[in-house]
Structures are given as structure tokens and as C-alpha cells.
């Protein structure tokens, strides 16, 4: 897939797809109000802090996909490359890790009991998809890579130090 094409087919994935998730039903759920009263400042800061990690993880990750796969997150528009740069050395699906913190951001920001709900959801429902279908897909479509991959960076918990390449 050409560079532009890849870019603009990742932008469109990425309003859609963590824009609804990380973004829009935040948003719905709690109009981004806090509670009243507010959560500490440390604790507004710590949620605030943890929301733009996980959005420059978000976007570092996505940026991934059309350098270095040349494709898109997409199932409909696959990657040509494995994907294993960037954040993908420390762990395998940091852009569900980044939708999950971005939304645990904002619950503590606004200190909404209710987005840490949310936030099990938006680890769950990815975690099984990952699973049923990313994983089997990834192994069928790049084989031996993948497998070794798999086997050198967790899939949810990030590593302090790069686990790709292998050493």
C-alpha cells in the first residue's frame, strides 16, 4: 500500500475507532464533568499525566502502521510489514494499552467511578478480540516472525526494557 493511502486510511481508523472509544463515550458517559467535589490535585495531575502518555503511545503507535507496515490497523486494509517498532518493542498491543489509559486518564481527572468501569470494558472486548482473531491472524499471515515475536513481548503488561529484536 502506498504511504499516502496508508495514512489516510490509519487517520480515518483512528477518529473512528479510539476516537469512539477513548474520545466520544467517554464523553457521553460523563460530558467530561468531574465530580463534585473534585478529585485531588495529585490525583487530577496523575490522571491528567497518564492521558497524554497514553495518547502520544496512541498516536507513536499508529504512525507505526504506515512507516513501518505500510497499512493500517484495519482489518480491512492490512499492514504489507509486521509491525514491531516503536512502542511495539515493549509490549504487543500498545494501542489497546493506550485506549485503556487514556480512559483511566480521564476517570481519574474527573474522578467518574464510572469510566473505571468503562475502562475493564475497553480491555476486555479488545482482549478477546486479540485472542479469537488478531493472533491467529498475525501467525497465519507472518508465521515464524510473528511466533518469534509472540514469544519476546507480552501482550498487555509493557517490558522496562525492549524485548524486539531479540537479543
Known amino acids: ?24 463515550v467517554p464523553w457521553l458517559l460523563t460530558r467530561w464533568v468531574a465530580r463534585e467535589p ?8 496523575a490522571g491528567g499525566l497518564l492521558a497524554l502518555a497514553g495518547g502520544a503511545v496512541l498516536l507513536r503507535s499508529f ?29 504487543r ?13 480521564q476517570a481519574l481527572l474527573l474522578g467518574r467511578v464510572v469510566l473505571l468501569a468503562y475502562a475493564l470494558v475497553t480491555w476486555a472486548v479488545p482482549a478477546a478480540f486479540v485472542r479469537w482473531y488478531e493472533e491467529p491472524t498475525l501467525a497465519a499471515r507472518y508465521g515464524a516472525e510473528y511466533d518469534a515475536y509472540r514469544r519476546a513481548v507480552p501482550a498487555w503488561v509493557p517490558r522496562a526494557t525492549p524485548g524486539w529484536p531479540p537479543r
Open 1 to 24: 500500500m502506498r504511504r499516502g493511502a496508508a495514512a489516510a486510511g490509519t487517520s480515518l481508523f483512528l477518529a473512528a475507532a479510539p476516537g469512539t472509544v477513548a474520545g466520544l
Open 63 to 91: 504512525v507505526g502502521f504506515v512507516v513501518e507496515g505500510r497499512g493500517t490497523p484495519a482489518p480491512v486494509a492490512p499492514t504489507e510489514r509486521l509491525v514491531v517498532g516503536g512502542p511495539y518493542r515493549y509490549v
Open 38 to 45: 473534585a478529585p485531588p490535585l495529585a490525583v487530577r495531575v
Open 93 to 105: 498491543n500498545p494501542m489497546y494499552v493506550a485506549i485503556v489509559a487514556l480512559v483511566l486518564g
